[in-house]
C-alpha cells in the first residue's frame, strides 16, 4: 500500500492487501443479501455496558482480589442486572486484542510477540482463550438465559497502555499492555496521531489512513459472521480522537466515518440470521463541538443505517449537554442518553490507572439526569462503568467504595415516575470535549464581579411545589468570604443549611461546612429550560468554585 509494511492480520492479510476501497465496496454489492425485517424503532429502554475489564479489576461479590477469570464471573455480570436491563453491551477488551478465538489476530502468535518485546505473559483473559475458552460466546449464550439483547460494543481507538509500547528504560508494562499493544500498533508509529507524545489523545491511530480503518473493520467483521449477536456497538469515545484535523477538513472526516457506518451495515445485514435485523448503535459525544472534530455526521450516519444514538459525556453522569439538538440530527435512530458512576474526580493519588477520587453519583443524581434527558427527547437511557462503584485500583484517600446502586436503575426506564422524584441537579467538572468551550467549573471568581451558572431543569410532573436550595463548593476556607446570590433576576437570601440533601453512600470529595455557600430559591422562581444563577463574592481573599448543587 504506497509502499509502507502491510497490516499485520495474517491470514487475512493478503485479501485486505488488495482490497482497496473501490474493490472493498463492490465486494459488499456483490455479497449474497439476506432479507431482513424492516426497520423499525429499537425496543429497548435501557442498555448497559459491561467493558470486561471491570470483572478483574473490581472486588465483587464473584471477584475476589487478584483473583484470575473465570468465565462465571462474565456470567454474573448478566446475572446482577436481569430484569433491570433490556440489552447488555459487551466491551470484549479495549477493541484491540480479541477476547474469542481468532483469525484475524491469533492470540499464540500475538502473546509469543508480547513475551518478546515486553517480557510479559497473558493476561488471563487471553489465558482463557488459548486454553479455549470465548469470552464473547460465554457472554452471548448468557445473555440468552437471561433475557437481555446481546450487543458487542468496540472500541474504536482506545489508548490505554499504548504509553509503554515502546519502552524506555524504566518502563513497567504490566500485563494488560498484551490487551492494547499490537505488531500493527508497534511497527507504524506514522500511523500514530502524533508520533512520539505520549498523551492519550496523541497515541491513537489516524483513521485517516486506510489501513486503520481496514484492521477494525476486520475484527468487526469476524465478530458479526462467526456469533450470533443482537447487534453492534460501534464507540466513538474510546479515544475521542480520529484525525489530525489540521490535515483532514471536515468534509472528508465525516465522509470516512459515514463511509465506515455504510459499511458496518452492509456487513450487518449480510450476516443477518433468521432474518432478524442486527440493531446499530453508535456511542458518540453529546456535545456538539465534538461531533464535527471527530468526524461524526448523525444525519448521514442514521441515513445510512444507524438505528441507535448513545450520547455520552465520556466518563461522567452530566446534565450540562446538547441532547436536544442531538435529537433533531439523530431523527429517525432511537436516542440514549448515557449515566455514569462518578460526576466528577479529583487529582491523582498515585501513579498510573483508577488512582482518582471520585464524586459517585447517587440515586438522585441519576435519576434527575435521566428525567432531563428524557424531556430533551432521549427514547431511553444507558449505563457506562455502572460497576465502577466497587473498590477498584490503588491509592489511599479515594473515598468509600461499595455494590453499585443497582436498586436505581428499576425507575430509569419510566419517565412519568422520574417526574414525580426528588430532583437533585448539579454543575460539576465533567469533561471538556474536542471543540468545547471551557468548562462551567473550576471557576475562579472575581472580587465584586457576578459569575453566572445556568442550570437547565425540567419540570417535575406537577410542576415545582416547594422551594429549592442551591448551593456553591469552593476550594478553600470560606469564613472570611461574603456573598450575595440572585436567581432568575430575583435577590435570594442565604440559609445557614450546608448539609447534603440527600444520603451519600459514597462520601467523597464532598464540600465541608467551612467550603460551602447555601441559598433558598422560591418555587415559583423555578421554570422549564435555562434558569440563571449569578453569584457575588464581596469580600475576601479569591477563591474557585469546584461544584454547584440545586435540590428540590
Given at each position: 500500500?504506497d509502499?509502507?509494511?502491510?497490516?499485520?492480520?495474517?491470514?487475512?492479510?493478503?485479501a485486505?492487501?488488495?482490497?482497496?476501497?473501490?474493490h472493498?465496496l463492490?465486494?459488499?454489492?456483490?455479497?449474497p443479501?439476506?432479507?431482513?425485517?424492516?426497520?423499525?424503532?429499537a425496543?429497548?429502554?435501557?442498555?448497559?455496558?459491561?467493558?470486561?475489564?471491570?470483572?478483574?479489576?473490581?472486588?465483587?461479590?464473584?471477584h475476589?482480589?487478584?483473583?484470575?477469570?473465570?468465565?462465571?464471573?462474565?456470567?454474573?455480570?448478566?446475572?446482577?442486572?436481569t430484569?433491570?436491563?433490556d440489552?447488555?453491551?459487551?466491551q470484549?477488551?479495549?477493541?484491540?486484542?480479541?477476547?474469542w478465538?481468532?483469525k484475524?489476530?491469533?492470540?499464540?502468535?500475538?502473546?509469543?510477540?508480547?513475551?518478546?518485546?515486553?517480557?510479559?505473559?497473558p493476561d488471563?483473559?487471553?489465558?482463557?482463550?488459548?486454553?479455549?475458552?470465548?469470552?464473547?460466546?460465554v457472554?452471548?449464550?448468557?445473555c440468552?438465559?437471561?433475557?437481555?439483547?446481546?450487543f458487542?460494543?468496540?472500541?474504536?481507538?482506545?489508548?490505554?497502555?499504548?504509553?509503554?509500547?515502546?519502552?524506555?528504560p524504566?518502563?513497567?508494562?504490566?500485563?494488560?499492555?498484551?490487551?492494547?499493544?499490537?505488531?500493527f500498533?508497534?511497527?507504524?508509529?506514522?500511523?500514530?496521531?502524533?508520533?512520539?507524545?505520549?498523551?492519550?489523545?496523541d497515541?491513537?491511530?489516524?483513521?485517516?489512513e486506510?489501513?486503520?480503518?481496514?484492521?477494525?473493520?476486520?475484527?468487526?467483521r469476524e465478530?458479526?459472521e462467526?456469533?450470533?449477536?443482537d447487534?453492534?456497538?460501534?464507540d466513538?469515545l474510546?479515544?475521542?480522537?480520529?484525525?489530525?484535523?489540521e490535515?483532514?477538513?471536515?468534509?472528508?472526516?465525516?465522509?470516512?466515518?459515514?463511509?465506515?457506518?455504510?459499511?458496518?451495515?452492509?456487513?450487518?445485514?449480510?450476516?443477518?440470521?433468521?432474518?432478524?435485523r442486527?440493531?446499530m448503535?453508535?456511542?458518540v459525544?453529546c456535545?456538539?463541538?465534538?461531533?464535527?472534530?471527530?468526524?461524526?455526521?448523525?444525519?448521514?450516519?442514521?441515513?445510512?443505517g444507524?438505528?441507535?444514538v448513545?450520547?455520552?459525556?465520556?466518563?461522567?453522569?452530566?446534565?450540562?449537554?446538547?441532547?436536544?439538538?442531538i435529537?433533531?440530527?439523530?431523527?429517525?435512530?432511537?436516542?440514549?442518553f448515557?449515566?455514569?458512576?462518578t460526576?466528577?474526580?479529583g487529582?491523582?493519588?498515585?501513579?498510573?490507572?483508577?488512582?482518582?477520587?471520585?464524586?459517585?453519583?447517587?440515586?438522585?443524581?441519576?435519576?434527575?439526569?435521566?428525567?432531563?434527558?428524557?424531556?430533551?427527547?432521549?427514547?431511553?437511557?444507558?449505563?457506562?462503568?455502572?460497576?465502577y462503584?466497587?473498590?477498584?485500583?490503588?491509592?489511599?484517600?479515594?473515598?468509600?467504595f461499595?455494590?453499585?446502586?443497582?436498586e436505581?436503575l428499576?425507575a430509569?426506564?419510566?419517565?412519568?415516575?422520574?417526574?414525580?422524584?426528588p430532583?437533585?441537579?448539579?454543575i460539576?467538572?465533567?469533561?471538556?470535549?474536542?471543540?468545547?468551550?471551557?468548562?462551567?467549573?473550576?471557576?475562579?471568581?472575581?472580587?465584586?464581579?457576578?459569575?453566572?451558572f445556568?442550570?437547565?431543569?425540567?419540570?417535575?410532573?406537577?410542576?415545582?411545589?416547594q422551594?429549592?436550595?442551591?448551593?456553591?463548593?469552593?476550594?478553600k476556607?470560606?469564613d472570611?468570604?461574603?456573598?450575595?446570590?440572585?436567581?432568575n433576576g430575583?435577590?435570594?437570601a442565604?440559609?445557614?443549611?450546608l448539609?447534603?440533601?440527600?444520603?451519600?453512600a459514597?462520601?467523597?470529595?464532598l464540600?465541608?461546612?467551612?467550603?460551602?455557600?447555601?441559598?433558598?430559591?422560591?418555587?415559583k422562581?423555578l421554570?422549564?429550560?435555562?434558569?440563571?444563577l449569578?453569584?457575588?463574592q464581596?469580600?475576601?481573599?479569591?477563591?474557585?468554585?469546584?461544584f454547584?448543587?440545586?435540590?428540590c
Amino acid at each position: 500500500m504506497d509502499g509502507r509494511a502491510t497490516p499485520n492480520l495474517r491470514p487475512l492479510e493478503p485479501a485486505l492487501r488488495l482490497m482497496k476501497r473501490r474493490h472493498f465496496l463492490q465486494s459488499i454489492a456483490a455479497a449474497p443479501l439476506v432479507a431482513i425485517e424492516p426497520r423499525r424503532a429499537a425496543p429497548f429502554r435501557v442498555i448497559y455496558s459491561n467493558d470486561t475489564t471491570n470483572i478483574l479489576s473490581c472486588v465483587s461479590p464473584f471477584h475476589g482480589a487478584r483473583e484470575p477469570f473465570r468465565k462465571e464471573m462474565v456470567e454474573a455480570t448478566v446475572d446482577e442486572v436481569t430484569g433491570l436491563v433490556d440489552a447488555h453491551f459487551l466491551q470484549p477488551g479495549l477493541g484491540m486484542v480479541p477476547m474469542w478465538p481468532s483469525k484475524v489476530l491469533p492470540l499464540a502468535e500475538h502473546y509469543a510477540w508480547i513475551k518478546e518485546r515486553y517480557g510479559q505473559k497473558p493476561d488471563s483473559y487471553g489465558q482463557f482463550v488459548m486454553n479455549g475458552g470465548d469470552v464473547v460466546q460465554v457472554f452471548i449464550d448468557r445473555c440468552r438465559l437471561r433475557g437481555q439483547a446481546a450487543f458487542v460494543s468496540v472500541r474504536l481507538n482506545d489508548a490505554h497502555h499504548k504509553e509503554y509500547c515502546d519502552p524506555k528504560p524504566g518502563d513497567k508494562p504490566g500485563s494488560s499492555i498484551g490487551m492494547s499493544v499490537t505488531k500493527f500498533y508497534a511497527e507504524h508509529p506514522e500511523f500514530r496521531i502524533k508520533p512520539g507524545s505520549l498523551r492519550g489523545a496523541d497515541l491513537v491511530l489516524n483513521w485517516a489512513e486506510e489501513e486503520v480503518r481496514e484492521q477494525k473493520f476486520a475484527l468487526i467483521r469476524e465478530l458479526c459472521e462467526n456469533y450470533d449477536i443482537d447487534g453492534l456497538e460501534l464507540d466513538f469515545l474510546r479515544f475521542y480522537n480520529f484525525f489530525r484535523t489540521e490535515k483532514t477538513p471536515l468534509e472528508e472526516r465525516r465522509k470516512i466515518m459515514t463511509s465506515f457506518v455504510k459499511e458496518v451495515r452492509a456487513l450487518l445485514d449480510r450476516t443477518a440470521r433468521d432474518g432478524r435485523r442486527r440493531w446499530m448503535c453508535a456511542r458518540v459525544p453529546c456535545h456538539l463541538p465534538a461531533l464535527d472534530e471527530l468526524g461524526i455526521d448523525l444525519a448521514s450516519m442514521v441515513a445510512s443505517g444507524l438505528d441507535m444514538v448513545n450520547a455520552s459525556d465520556h466518563y461522567f453522569t452530566t446534565q450540562q449537554h446538547d441532547l436536544a439538538s442531538i435529537r433533531k440530527q439523530a431523527a429517525g435512530a432511537a436516542l440514549y442518553f448515557e449515566l455514569c458512576h462518578t460526576i466528577w474526580k479529583g487529582d491523582k493519588v498515585a501513579v498510573g490507572y483508577d488512582v482518582f477520587p471520585f464524586r459517585r453519583a447517587t440515586p438522585e443524581h441519576l435519576h434527575t439526569s435521566a428525567h432531563l434527558a428524557y424531556a430533551r427527547g432521549a427514547d431511553g437511557i444507558s449505563l457506562f462503568n455502572f460497576a465502577y462503584y466497587r473498590q477498584h485500583g490503588a491509592g489511599e484517600g479515594r473515598g468509600v467504595f461499595g455494590e453499585p446502586p443497582f436498586e436505581a436503575l428499576k425507575a430509569l426506564r419510566d419517565p412519568q415516575t422520574l417526574a414525580t422524584e426528588p430532583q437533585h441537579w448539579f454543575i460539576a467538572a465533567g469533561w471538556r470535549a474536542p471543540g468545547m468551550k471551557p468548562l462551567p467549573v473550576p471557576r475562579k471568581i472575581e472580587l465584586n464581579k457576578p459569575a453566572k451558572f445556568s442550570f437547565d431543569l425540567a419540570a417535575p410532573r406537577a410542576g415545582w411545589k416547594q422551594d429549592a436550595r442551591v448551593r456553591v463548593q469552593a476550594d478553600k476556607n470560606l469564613d472570611d468570604t461574603e456573598w450575595t446570590a440572585v436567581f432568575n433576576g430575583t435577590v435570594i437570601a442565604s440559609t445557614p443549611d450546608l448539609s447534603e440533601p440527600f444520603p451519600v453512600a459514597y462520601p467523597s470529595m464532598l464540600g465541608k461546612p467551612e467550603e460551602l455557600r447555601a441559598w433558598i430559591i422560591p418555587a415559583k422562581l423555578l421554570h422549564e429550560g435555562k434558569n440563571s444563577l449569578e453569584i457575588t463574592q464581596t469580600a475576601g481573599d479569591a477563591v474557585v468554585i469546584t461544584f454547584v448543587d440545586l435540590a428540590c
